[in-house]
């Protein structure tokens, strides 16, 4: 592999010493909300240490799942992730993922940029990573092979994959939907091989996975606003001075907000490159969803308090 390659001989810098050379993994691919936060954080950490620190970027699930890309990064085998699943690590973060919490994504981002989304943050740090920031994965919409979603009550019986999330798979299985977690990693492959007719996931993630290849329709539920967070393991971070710590947390900042900015486009522009491919795009009532899951609401409070989630939603954006 080319990146591989890259590896065995670190970068030097001009008087001579190695730089530092960190790994960052993600599932999605270079061309998406994921892909293009970890591309500005590179180049904008690289600019303010003047090479001293270098990212190496390894897309496509190349280093495994996201949540084995989080147990290397405990280990300390992995540098850095840009990782939508962190739930999958750190149960008590999927309090993001229940469905319809934020008015918009201006809310979402009011509430991860200020005390609650940072200190949600800080959850990371029993297990021994480091969260920088909060990036943008995006809205996550319902895509069928066949089925056509219009309304809740298209949701009975469809076999649908869930991310490796508590909270989106109690969501699906309040709608009726046979719904069960598979890492993203798998996904395309047990959509090709029918093993389920439907996903959920943003537009961008939608287009750069090419699951428009084995989906025929995309229903615009935005059901969840899923955050992306960027983490680095604290046995790497340990390993940079101070002046290189604080380039990385601005380095990471930068990235967050490529992130948000590449799924904003997405969302805007996305779909017409979809329809373009043959997907069918579908306009759906929200609100109807949104009560079909009124009785999840018991089970989200039990999963993360009812305080906690009413704290979120009395977020001024």
């Not at 939907?177 to 007719?197: K, Q, S, T, V």
């Not at 955050?227 to 002046?243: D, F, M, N, Q, Y």
């Amino acid at each position: 592999m080319v990146l591989a390659s890259v590896m065995l001989a670190a970068p030097r810098l001009a008087r001579g010493a190695p730089a530092t050379v960190l790994r960052i993994g993600y599932s999605s691919g270079t061309t998406g909300q994921l892909g293009e936060g970890a591309r500005i954080m590179a180049e904008r950490l690289q600019a303010l240490t003047e090479g001293r620190v270098q990212i190496d970027s390894y897309p496509q699930s190349q280093l495994g799942g996201d949540l084995d890309m989080l147990q290397a990064m405990e280990r300390g085998t992995l540098d850095m992730t840009i990782n939508a699943a962190l739930s999958s690590f750190v149960p008590e973060l999927g309090i993001f993922e229940v469905p319809f919490l934020f008015r918009d994504i201006a809310h979402a981002h009011a509430v991860l940029d200020g005390p609650i989304g940072q200190a949600a943050l800080r959850r990371l740090e029993a297990r021994q990573l480091v969260g920088l920031s909060w990036g943008e994965n995006g809205l996550r919409h319902i895509t069928t092979t066949a089925r056509q979603i219009r309304g809740p009550a298209d949701m009975a019986g469809l076999k649908l994959r869930s991310a490796p999330s508590q909270a989106i798979l109690t969501t699906f299985k309040t709608l009726g939907a046979e719904a069960a977690m598979l890492p993203f990693g798998e996904l395309y492959a047990a959509l090709a091989a029918g093993r389920f007719e439907a996903q959920e996931n943003p537009i961008g993630t939608i287009e750069s996975a090419g699951l428009w290849q084995v989906q025929k329709f995309i229903s615009l539920t935005g059901h969840v606003y899923s955050p992306a967070g960027l983490v680095i393991s604290r046995h790497s971070l340990e390993r940079l001075s101070a002046a290189d710590r604080a380039a990385l947390e601005q380095a990471a900042r930068d990235g967050a907000q490529a992130s948000r900015r590449a799924a904003v486009l997405a969302q805007q522009n996305g779909l017409a490159r979809l329809r373009d491919r043959g997907m069918t795009v579908i306009e759906v009532d929200r609100t109807a969803f949104a009560r079909a899951l009124a009785p999840a609401e018991a089970a989200f409070a039990t999963m993360f308090g009812a305080e906690q989630l009413a704290a979120i939603r009395a977020v001024k954006a």
